[in-house]
C-alpha cells in the first residue's frame, strides 16, 4: 500500500507541473485583459421597406442618385429585378405584401376585384399572428393600397403627397418600438404616366431624384435613434413595376428581363452586409443573321380559297436522298421563330406544314412526312393513302416570338426481343418523355415516303386554315438516331461543323442565313440547295436582319434567377425570425449575403 501511495503522490505532482506548464503555454495566446464576444450580443431585428411606384431598374441605375448609391456598398442589390408582367400598382403591392402570386392573391388590376386576400392577407396580418406584440407602421400615398392591404398594422395613413409620407415615415422612425415600417411612394409613377419611364424625360428624373432626396432623410432618421447600436435593421428599396419605355435592340433579347413594364430595381441593405450584385442573369445564345421571310397574303383561307401570293423554298434535284423508308433511323433539327399575327393568340396557328415531303394535313390523303404547327405547339406527321396519320408532338407550347429550337426523330430500338419503331421530340435540347415508352411507336405504319414529293419549306399553300408566318433555319437533316445528349449539346448552337460527333451521318445542312437572293444554300456532301419560289405579288420577297436570343430560358425560370416583388415578405418574415407555416402558402424566396 505504501509503494502504491508513492506512486500515486508521484502522479499528482506530474499533472500538477504539466497544467502549470500548460498554463504558461496558453498566456502567450489568450489576452490578460477580460474577453468579449460581441457577436453574441443580440440585436433586436427590425425592417424599413420602401416602395417607389414605377421606378423602372435601369432609370434608377441611370439616375445616379445618391442616397440609393450609398447603400449599395452593404446591399444585396439588382437593376434586374422583375414584377410580374401585368405591370400595375394593384398587383405589384399584392405581390409584394401577401407573398404569394396573382394566381393566389388574384388581384389583377388597380380595382382589386374578386381578390382573394381573406385566404392570402398582407404582410401585416401574418405578422401579428406570430408576433402580437410588434408595431407596425404603413404609410402610403395612395388610398388603395391603405384600404387593401394594411389590414393588420398599428398604424396605417394615407397622405396626399410623397412629402408627407417621408414625414410620416421620419416620425415613426422616432418611436423604440417599430417593428416594420413601410412607405409607399407615388410620385416616380405619376411623373411616368405622365411624361414616360425614362430618364430621357427630365420631369422622370427629377421624381427619381426627388425620391432618392426622401430616402436619404429617412435613413439619417432611421440611423439617429437612440437604441440604433442595439438593433439590427434591414432596409428593403425596391418598386412594384416599371413601364413603357424603348429598350435598344442590342439590350432586347425579348424575355422577362427586358419587358421595361416589368423592371424593376431592388436593394436590400444591412450595416453586416457586404456588397452583392444580382446581374442579368444568362438568357441564351444570340442569332444573328439575314433570314428568309416565310409569309403569305392574305394570311388565311376563306371557303376553300387560298392565298394567291405566298413564300416557299423547294429542293426538287435528288428528291429521293430524304425517303426513309420504313427501317431507317432518321432526325430532324431546325430553328424556328414566328411572327405574331395579333389578337388574343398571337403565336396560334391551325395546322400550316412548314416543311416536309408531305403535302397535305389530311388523313389518308398522301403518304410523305412533315412537321407543322399544331395550335401552340408542333408535330411530325407520318401518313399515308388508307392509315390516319401518326403524330408527334413537341414536348411543350412555343406561344412567343423567340427563336426555338426543335428535334424529332424516327428510330428503330430492339425491345424485348424485337425490333420496334418510335418517334421523339425535343424542343430546345429538352425532351420530357421517358425512352422508349414515352416515345410514339409507329410499328405497324408503312408508306412513310412519298417518293415523288421534293423537300419544301415554307407556305405549302392547300389545306390551310391560316398560313404560317416566320422564319426557319439552321435546318439538319441526319440519317442517323442522334441521342437526346447530342441533340441537346448542339441544340442551341447556331452552327455545325465537322468537330460534330454525327457530322458523317449529316445528308442535309441548310443555316438559312444566306441573306439576299433566291437560293438557300445546302452545306453538307448534298448541295441540295433550297430554290426560293415567291408567288404572286402580294407576298414579296423579304430577308429579315435578325439579332436575337435563341433558346430563351422560360419566364418562370429566369425570374427565379432575379429579385421579384413577390419574394420580399419572406425575406422581411426570415429577418424577424419568423418561419411562416406551410400553410401560407407563399410562393417568395429569401436572398442571402454570402
Given at each position: 500500500?505504501?509503494?502504491?501511495?508513492?506512486?500515486?503522490?508521484?502522479?499528482?505532482?506530474?499533472?500538477?507541473?504539466?497544467?502549470?506548464?500548460?498554463?504558461?503555454?496558453?498566456?502567450?495566446?489568450?489576452?490578460?485583459?477580460?474577453?468579449?464576444?460581441?457577436?453574441?450580443?443580440?440585436?433586436?431585428?427590425?425592417?424599413?421597406?420602401?416602395?417607389?411606384?414605377?421606378?423602372?431598374?435601369?432609370?434608377?441605375?441611370?439616375?445616379?442618385?445618391?442616397?440609393?448609391?450609398?447603400l449599395i456598398g452593404k446591399s444585396i442589390y439588382s437593376w434586374y429585378s422583375v414584377s410580374d408582367s401585368l405591370g400595375n400598382d394593384g398587383n405589384g403591392w399584392a405581390d409584394m405584401l401577401t407573398g404569394v402570386t396573382k394566381a393566389k392573391h388574384k388581384v389583377i388590376d388597380n380595382?382589386?376585384?374578386?381578390?382573394?386576400?381573406?385566404?392570402?392577407?398582407?404582410?401585416?396580418?401574418?405578422?401579428?399572428?406570430?408576433?402580437?406584440?410588434?408595431?407596425?407602421?404603413?404609410?402610403?400615398?395612395?388610398?388603395?393600397?391603405?384600404?387593401?392591404?394594411?389590414?393588420?398594422?398599428?398604424?396605417?395613413?394615407?397622405?396626399?403627397?410623397?412629402?408627407?409620407?417621408?414625414?410620416?415615415?421620419?416620425?415613426?422612425?422616432?418611436?423604440?418600438?417599430?417593428?416594420?415600417?413601410?412607405?409607399?411612394?407615388?410620385?416616380?409613377?405619376?411623373?411616368?404616366?405622365?411624361?414616360?419611364?425614362?430618364?430621357?424625360?427630365?420631369?422622370?428624373?427629377?421624381?427619381?431624384?426627388?425620391?432618392?432626396?426622401?430616402?436619404?432623410?429617412?435613413?439619417?432618421?432611421?440611423?439617429?435613434?437612440?437604441?440604433?447600436?442595439?438593433?439590427?435593421?434591414?432596409?428593403?428599396?425596391?418598386?412594384?413595376?416599371?413601364?413603357?419605355?424603348?429598350?435598344?435592340?442590342?439590350?432586347?433579347?425579348?424575355?422577362?428581363?427586358?419587358?421595361?413594364?416589368?423592371?424593376?430595381?431592388?436593394?436590400?441593405?444591412?450595416?453586416?452586409?457586404?456588397?452583392?450584385?444580382?446581374?442579368?442573369?444568362?438568357?441564351?445564345?444570340?442569332?444573328?443573321?439575314?433570314?428568309?421571310?416565310?409569309?403569305?397574303?392574305?394570311?388565311?383561307?376563306?371557303?376553300?380559297?387560298?392565298?394567291?401570293?405566298?413564300?416557299?423554298?423547294?429542293?426538287?434535284?435528288?428528291?429521293?436522298?430524304?425517303?426513309?423508308?420504313?427501317?431507317?433511323?432518321?432526325?430532324?433539327?431546325?430553328?424556328?421563330?414566328?411572327?405574331?399575327?395579333?389578337?388574343?393568340?398571337?403565336?396560334?396557328?391551325?395546322?400550316?406544314?412548314?416543311?416536309?415531303?408531305?403535302?397535305?394535313?389530311?388523313?389518308?390523303?398522301?403518304?410523305?412526312?412533315?412537321?407543322?404547327?399544331?395550335?401552340?405547339?408542333?408535330?411530325?406527321?407520318?401518313?399515308?393513302?388508307?392509315?390516319?396519320?401518326?403524330?408527334?408532338?413537341?414536348?411543350?407550347?412555343?406561344?412567343?416570338?423567340?427563336?426555338?429550337?426543335?428535334?424529332?426523330?424516327?428510330?428503330?430500338?430492339?425491345?424485348?426481343?424485337?425490333?420496334?419503331?418510335?418517334?421523339?421530340?425535343?424542343?430546345?435540347?429538352?425532351?420530357?418523355?421517358?425512352?422508349?415508352?414515352?416515345?410514339?411507336?409507329?410499328?405497324?405504319?408503312?408508306?412513310?415516303?412519298?417518293?415523288?414529293?421534293?423537300?419544301?419549306?415554307?407556305?405549302?399553300?392547300?389545306?390551310?386554315?391560316?398560313?404560317?408566318?416566320?422564319?426557319?433555319?439552321?435546318?439538319?437533316?441526319?440519317?442517323?438516331?442522334?441521342?437526346?445528349?447530342?441533340?441537346?449539346?448542339?441544340?442551341?448552337?447556331?452552327?455545325?461543323?465537322?468537330?460534330?460527333?454525327?457530322?458523317?451521318?449529316?445528308?442535309?445542312?441548310?443555316?438559312?442565313?444566306?441573306?439576299?437572293?433566291?437560293?438557300?444554300?445546302?452545306?453538307?456532301?448534298?448541295?441540295?440547295?433550297?430554290?426560293?419560289?415567291?408567288?404572286?405579288?402580294?407576298?414579296?420577297?423579304?430577308?429579315?436582319?435578325?439579332?436575337?436570343?435563341?433558346?430563351?430560358?422560360?419566364?418562370?425560370?429566369?425570374?427565379?434567377?432575379?429579385?421579384?416583388?413577390?419574394?420580399?415578405?419572406?425575406?422581411?418574415?426570415?429577418?424577424?425570425?419568423?418561419?411562416?407555416?406551410?400553410?401560407?402558402?407563399?410562393?417568395?424566396?429569401?436572398?442571402?449575403?454570402?
Amino acid at each position: 500500500m505504501k509503494i502504491y501511495g508513492k506512486i500515486g503522490a508521484f502522479l499528482l505532482l506530474a499533472i500538477c507541473v504539466a497544467i502549470v506548464s500548460c498554463n504558461k503555454k496558453f498566456d502567450k495566446l489568450l489576452p490578460t485583459t477580460a474577453y468579449s464576444d460581441s457577436t453574441n450580443t443580440y440585436k433586436a431585428p427590425k425592417v424599413l421597406y420602401i416602395i417607389v411606384d414605377g421606378a423602372r431598374g435601369w432609370s434608377v441605375r441611370d439616375a445616379n442618385a445618391p442616397n440609393i448609391n450609398s447603400l449599395i456598398g452593404k446591399s444585396i442589390y439588382s437593376w434586374y429585378s422583375v414584377s410580374d408582367s401585368l405591370g400595375n400598382d394593384g398587383n405589384g403591392w399584392a405581390d409584394m405584401l401577401t407573398g404569394v402570386t396573382k394566381a393566389k392573391h388574384k388581384v389583377i388590376d388597380n380595382t382589386f376585384a374578386g381578390n382573394n386576400l381573406t385566404q392570402y392577407p398582407s404582410i401585416f396580418s401574418r405578422i401579428k399572428t406570430i408576433s402580437p406584440n410588434s408595431r407596425l407602421a404603413a404609410f402610403s400615398a395612395s388610398a388603395a393600397f391603405k384600404t387593401n392591404l394594411t389590414a393588420g398594422a398599428d398604424v396605417s395613413q394615407t397622405f396626399a403627397a410623397d412629402s408627407a409620407v417621408r414625414s410620416a415615415v421620419v416620425t415613426e422612425l422616432g418611436n423604440d418600438a417599430s417593428t416594420l415600417v413601410v412607405g409607399e411612394f407615388n410620385s416616380v409613377n405619376t411623373a411616368g404616366a405622365t411624361y414616360g419611364y425614362d430618364n430621357s424625360f427630365p420631369q422622370y428624373k427629377a421624381a427619381v431624384l426627388q425620391f432618392d432626396q426622401y430616402l436619404g432623410q429617412m435613413l439619417t432618421a432611421l440611423k439617429a435613434r437612440k437604441n440604433y447600436a442595439k438593433e439590427n435593421w434591414l432596409v428593403i428599396v425596391t418598386s412594384n413595376h416599371g413601364g413603357p419605355a424603348t429598350i435598344p435592340a442590342a439590350q432586347n433579347d425579348n424575355t422577362i428581363l427586358s419587358y421595361p413594364i416589368a423592371s424593376t430595381f431592388t436593394i436590400i441593405y444591412n450595416d453586416s452586409y457586404t456588397t452583392k450584385l444580382i446581374d442579368k442573369p444568362y438568357t441564351g445564345n444570340k442569332y444573328t443573321g439575314s433570314f428568309c421571310r416565310f409569309y403569305a397574303n392574305p394570311t388565311t383561307a376563306a371557303n376553300g380559297v387560298y392565298p394567291t401570293s405566298y413564300v416557299k423554298a423547294v429542293t426538287d434535284v435528288n428528291r429521293t436522298t430524304y425517303n426513309f423508308g420504313d427501317t431507317t433511323s432518321f432526325t430532324i433539327e431546325f430553328k424556328v421563330k414566328m411572327n405574331s399575327k395579333g389578337g388574343t393568340a398571337p403565336y396560334t396557328y391551325n395546322w400550316p406544314i412548314v416543311m416536309g415531303k408531305r403535302l397535305s394535313k389530311t388523313q389518308k390523303s398522301t403518304n410523305g412526312w412533315a412537321i407543322n404547327r399544331e395550335g401552340n405547339s408542333y408535330r411530325l406527321i407520318i401518313g399515308n393513302p388508307t392509315t390516319n396519320f401518326i403524330s408527334c408532338y413537341a414536348p411543350a407550347s412555343v406561344t412567343d416570338g423567340n427563336w426555338h429550337s426543335l428535334a424529332f426523330v424516327v428510330y428503330t430500338m430492339f425491345v424485348n426481343g424485337a425490333n420496334h419503331r418510335y418517334m421523339r421530340s425535343l424542343l430546345d435540347g429538352v425532351n420530357n418523355n421517358a425512352r422508349p415508352t414515352g416515345d410514339t411507336n409507329i410499328d405497324n405504319f408503312v408508306g412513310i415516303d412519298d417518293p415523288t414529293a421534293p423537300l419544301e419549306l415554307g407556305v405549302v399553300p392547300t389545306d390551310l386554315t391560316n398560313t404560317f408566318d416566320g422564319f426557319i433555319s439552321d435546318i439538319r437533316i441526319w440519317k442517323a438516331n442522334l441521342p437526346d445528349g447530342v441533340i441537346s449539346q448542339y441544340s442551341c448552337n447556331t452552327t455545325i461543323d465537322n468537330t460534330h460527333p454525327f457530322y458523317p451521318y449529316l445528308i442535309g445542312y441548310w443555316p438559312g442565313n444566306d441573306g439576299s437572293g433566291t437560293v438557300i444554300h445546302d452545306q453538307s456532301i448534298a448541295h441540295n440547295d433550297f430554290n426560293i419560289q415567291v408567288v404572286g405579288t402580294a407576298a414579296p420577297l423579304q430577308w429579315v436582319a435578325a439579332n436575337d436570343i435563341i433558346c430563351p430560358p422560360s419566364t418562370t425560370f429566369l425570374s427565379s434567377l432575379v429579385p421579384r416583388n413577390v419574394d420580399m415578405p419572406r425575406q422581411i418574415l426570415s429577418w424577424l425570425t419568423i418561419a411562416p407555416p406551410d400553410s401560407w402558402g407563399l410562393n417568395g424566396r429569401v436572398w442571402l449575403n454570402n
